[in-house]
């Protein structure tokens, strides 16, 4: 095209526009994260049961929620509150109101690039050839020792296998897509079916019945839009000018085969039962491998990528721990002043000045995370002194893969050599085999104090570790209760927890706190939004109250009278 002035001007014949989409929450991910809310609020609080909800409608139950900066996870840890806290509405004002954003710590894998560069390239060039997949380092005897532990051995067939059935799949959603193609040129098909409604769908936790009786895909996909999903993943997967395979599509493929075998198994795509087996056994050879093909290197990888969250990890611990002593040293310095006969008038003067002064107290001694707390001198509760701490992080799979990782192995750090690992054997054994963490997987560290115990003696507080797969049930699964959740409700069920360590083993806070210190950012390094060390989870004048409230203050004020 020429100007007035003759001139010859370029214009753009073709723009190609790349945007990230993180995916939308179905109504089976919201339907997983309530009951796993429910279970946690039932089960993980040994002797409270519902009476959680009587502790944090107390102000007794001090609970923050992190998420990542994903939509879908925002939503995920929505829901979860929800199901913990029994909460009834849309999940929009839930997230808004509960969920903190965290990205610098539940998201990004930059610090790790290079490493998982690394790793991939050496998986590439086994799968891709005709190498033997397995380089044994270590002894049969320790499975999670060798290289590469979990690639299938005849793992570049599978892969030309792969490429033949996402094809095959593939041109089949084409033809589902050129058909609705043509029937919304000729009438809307959408005059039958209401067109999708995200708003509306963020609220259910059903599969929608119409949709599936008109033959269409399940939830916010079209088949134009299916077709997409399924086209991107053959071109990517194998580039036939080039002839080469991309090994980092394995895992979207099994994602892909997995979602539509939950939610589209309606549409009967022919091979696509034989695709996902295909798929499984790539991918569980993949994925857990992307993260480190040996036991130092996803030490490394994983200390790299969850440092940040380690580092929270045991300030939320020291933290609580730091709490719990000085509670208990308020009850033995109320307990000897009151055996030397306190008279009672100066008790309630002393109980009536810190009352005056508690705003002003706030402000100075009170912990940046500390918000509005329920004042025990007028609380008609039977254990004011009864208070429970919980931090929930929802992130993605490579963060919960990278912190498995540096708790399993953190004893290969030059300096802990010497020390037990912190999970076991017969854990390593089980998780060595554990090839996927799906939706909702989870890690759970709980910690105990033993109030019998003096506080000086390390196993005064106790750290239990647990952690379970996800719903990680295939969907050809076609007995039991399970078969009948997917074909009814499009769910599989969340499975349960897993120990870590030995029954009856006692891991100590303090050995905990040097197991994982090396790998944590130190808690100098936060930003100030995030305290850095405890400066008390109430004001004194609180503590106080507290004390005064116990049976035991009153048994030794009838006393000394």
């Known amino acids: 095209m020429t100007n007035d002035n003759g001139e010859v001007e370029e214009q753009p014949v073709e723009a190609l526009m790349v945007l990230k989409y993180g995916g939308v929450l179905t109504h089976a991910g919201r339907k997983q994260a309530e009951e796993l809310g429910r279970y946690f609020r039932n089960k993980m609080y040994p002797g409270e049961g519902t009476g959680l909800l009587r502790l944090h409608s107390t102000y007794r139950h001090d609970l923050k929620i992190y998420s990542s900066d994903e939509g879908r996870v925002q939503m995920s840890a929505a829901a979860f509150a929800k199901g913990l806290l029994d909460l009834e509405g849309q999940l929009t004002p839930i997230l808004v109101s509960l969920v903190s954003k965290d990205y610098s710590m539940l998201d990004g894998l930059e610090n790790a690039s290079s490493e998982m560069k690394e790793a991939k390239a050496w998986l590439n060039e086994i799968i891709t050839s005709n190498a033997n997949t397995v380089d044994s380092n270590g002894s049969p005897e320790f499975p999670w020792m060798v290289d590469g532990a979990g690639l299938p051995p005849n793992a570049s067939e599978l892969l030309a296998n792969l490429v033949k059935l996402t094809k095959k799949v593939t041109e089949q959603v084409r033809l589902l897509a050129q058909d609705e193609n043509e029937k919304l040129t000729e009438r809307s098909l959408y005059d039958v079916i209401p067109p999708y409604d995200q708003a509306t769908v963020l609220g259910k936790t059903n599969i929608d019945v119409d949709r599936i009786a008109a033959g269409l895909p399940c939830g916010s996909e079209g088949f134009l839009l299916m077709y997409a999903r399924w086209k991107k993943l053959e071109t990517d997967l194998y580039n036939e000018r080039k002839e080469r395979f991309d090994i980092t599509q394995i895992p979207d493929v099994y994602d892909s085969c997995k979602y539509d075998l939950l939610h589209n198994a309606h549409l009967n795509l022919e091979g696509l039962d034989e695709l996902f087996k295909v798929a499984q056994m790539l991918a569980d050879g993949v994925i857990p491998n992307e993260y480190g093909i040996n036991p130092k290197q996803k030490l490394k990888i994983g200390s790299k990528i969850a440092r ?139 910690m105990f104090e033993n109030t019998e115990v003096p506080l000086e003696d390390p196993k005064r507080y106790r750290v239990e570790l647990t952690y379970s797969r996800g719903a990680d049930l295939s969907p050809l699964e076609k007995k039991g209760s399970a078969a009948t959740s997917l074909h009814q409700e499009h769910t599989l069920p969340i499975m349960g927890p897993e120990r870590l360590q030995e029954i009856g083993s006692y891991l100590t806070l303090e050995t905990m706190e040097k197991m994982i210190r090396p790998f944590a950012m130190p808690a100098e390094d936060f930003p100030p939004a995030t305290p850095a060390g405890f400066s008390g989870y109430f004001s004194k004048s609180v503590l106080d109250r507290l004390v005064n409230l116990w049976p035991f203050h009153r048994q030794s004020s009838s006393l000394g009278k």
Do not use: W
């Open 308 to 446: 940040r969250l380690l580092g929270k990890l045991l300030i939320d611990l020291r933290n609580t721990r730091e709490e719990a002593i000085t509670v208990a040293e308020l009850k033995n310095n109320h307990d000897h002043s009151l055996s030397i006969n306190i008279e009672k008038e100066d008790a309630e003067a002393k109980s009536k000045l810190f009352h005056k002064n508690d705003e002003m107290d706030q402000d100075d001694d009170d912990d940046k995370e500390t918000k509005y707390r329920l004042d025990p001198k007028y609380a008609n509760v039977k254990t004011p002194e009864r208070h429970v701490r919980t931090r929930l992080y929802f992130t993605s799979e490579s963060h919960i893969h990278s912190l498995m990782n540096v708790l399993r192995y953190c004893n290969m750090e030059e300096s802990l050599q010497e020390e037990e690992s912190l999970v076991c054997r017969n854990a390593l054994e089980r998780l060595v085999k554990t090839k996927e963490l799906d939706y909702m997987s989870h890690i759970v560290l709980r």
